[in-house]
């Protein structure tokens, strides 16, 4: 099993930066890959980003790519999305989650943290 609880969303301007947390606890040993998702008011969840364990594959959906960085600390057992340049339809609940060694879907999700911005 594997706890996240996700932190650091919030309201800011467009253009604006916030950087999210993710902290894990648990099974975070057998982490393969770790991830953000978002989910925007009428939208379905959607993809942001992920890491590999070693933190050498990232992966970004169009929408952010060159404005989102995701980042992990696994001695912190941490997990860290850097938002610059945010635009009003970034706003959403945001999502970390964790596909588990052995695993090929993402199995354990946090809670989520509200990010909203304001044109």
Not at 10 to 34: E, H, I, N, P, Y
Not at 94 to 103: K, S
Not at 109 to 114: F, K
Request: charged fraction near 15%.
């Amino acid at each position: 099993q594997v706890q996240l609880v996700e932190s650091g969303g919030g309201l800011v301007q467009a253009g604006g930066s916030l950087r999210l947390s993710c902290s894990a606890s648990g099974r975070t040993f057998s982490t393969k890959f770790m991830g953000w998702f978002r989910r925007s008011p009428g939208k379905e969840r959607e993809f942001v980003a992920h890491i590999s364990w070693s933190g050498g594959n990232t992966y970004y959906a169009s929408s952010v790519k060159g404005r989102f960085t995701i980042s992990r600390d696994n001695a912190k057992n941490t997990l860290y999305l850097q938002m610059n340049s945010l635009k009003p339809e970034d706003t959403a609940v945001y999502y970390c989650a964790v596909v588990p060694e052995g695993a090929d879907t993402y199995n354990y999700w946090g809670q989520g943290t509200q990010v909203t911005i304001s044109s």
